[in-house]
């Protein structure tokens, strides 16, 4: 095993704890090839003193069956319930634009109808793919659920209670935004549902912030494993080379052979590097498999 050559691209959290997978199986021959100055992909912890900001991912999201936090838990990572202020039952309040604070009865009402369509929308996306409609995406069933709540429940309340619940239903369709990094008409509906959030607490803050997780991992990895300023342009699949490896090419010249490559960039990268002139990523040869692998921390 220690023979092969494998390459990894990205060193976010996913190509991270791949590295860390591996050397654990006794592959020692990796490569993590990052495009940025730095580790950590969507995970960018910065210090000040003892203070920490996170320009990324800030919590660890589920608890159950969540390996992330379970390695949290090991090495005494997380934040305790007194040192965090996120345990608090925090009820929500709106105002309108002019700063009217609309009725909590009318939010409220509005919150659970919402939130209750958002369980409807996971299970019709895993279980219930011909039911007589086509929705074209994630917004177009919010947008006919809108449209249904207030033709079917709302045909009795006034014009006002109309139009303040549509200001929340904008505020939730912003909040998508924020939820999921981009608008909710550009999500697949069919895929939504595949997605499986861990049972538990919802938020769970990490004290010396998120980059320590991935401290722990580097640990375990000798120091040259990662190599920082080296985005990947190219890659040549072993069919096409000419040669008995996979040929990866960096943008500044350099060459990179491997047995096995591993690409962890997300697929919006990909996608969005086959249409932008300034970030090239070239596949040269057949995909026949397309593996989708969560290692174990």
């Known amino acids: ?28 021959n990796v490569t993590i090839l990052e495009a940025q100055n730095r580790v950590g992909g969507r995970i960018f912890t910065q210090k000040s003193g003892e203070d920490v900001l996170e320009m990324g991912a800030q919590f660890i999201h589920g608890q159950i069956g969540n390996p992330v936090y379970e390695l949290g838990c090991n090495k005494q990572l997380l934040a305790q319930d007194e040192e965090s202020d996120l345990h608090l039952d925090l009820v929500p309040h709106y105002h309108t634009q002019k700063g009217l604070k609309i009725d909590d009865k009318v939010s409220e009402s509005f919150d659970s109808k919402y939130l209750g369509m958002r369980l409807d929308i996971n299970k019709y996306s895993r279980d219930e793919k ?28 006034s014009e006002e209670t109309k139009s303040l619940k549509k200001g929340l239903f904008g505020w939730w369709q912003r909040f998508e935004v924020v939820d999921n990094a981009c608008d909710s008409h550009a999500l697949s509906l ?12 919802e938020f769970t803050p990490i004290k010396k912030g998120y ?3 991935l401290d722990v991992l580097l640990a375990d990895l000798p120091s040259d494993v990662v190599c920082t300023n080296k985005p990947v ?15 990866i090419t960096c943008a500044a010249g350099e060459i990179y052979l491997a047995d096995h490559v591993i690409v962890t960039c997300s697929l919006g990268y990909i996608k969005g590097a ?4 300034c970030v090239i990523l070239i596949f040269n040869g057949p995909f026949n498999t397309l593996h989708i692998v969560a290692p174990k921390l």
């Open 274 to 277: 086959m249409y932008m002139s």
């Open 190 to 201: 069919e895929a939504w549902g595949m997605w499986q959030e861990c049972a538990g607490e």
């Open 233 to 247: 342009t190219k890659i040549t699949w072993k069919s096409e080379s000419g040669h008995e490896k996979v040929v």
């Open 130 to 157: 011909d039911n007589g409609y086509c929705y074209s995406s994630v917004g177009d069933w919010f947008d006919k659920w809108f449209q249904k709540y207030l033709e079917e429940e709302c045909c009795n309340d």
């Open 211 to 213: 980059l320590a997780i």
């Open 1 to 28: 095993m220690e023979g092969r050559q494998i390459v990894i691209l990205g060193a976010g959290i996913a190509g991270i704890s791949a590295a860390h997978s591996l050397y654990k199986q006794g592959f020692k």
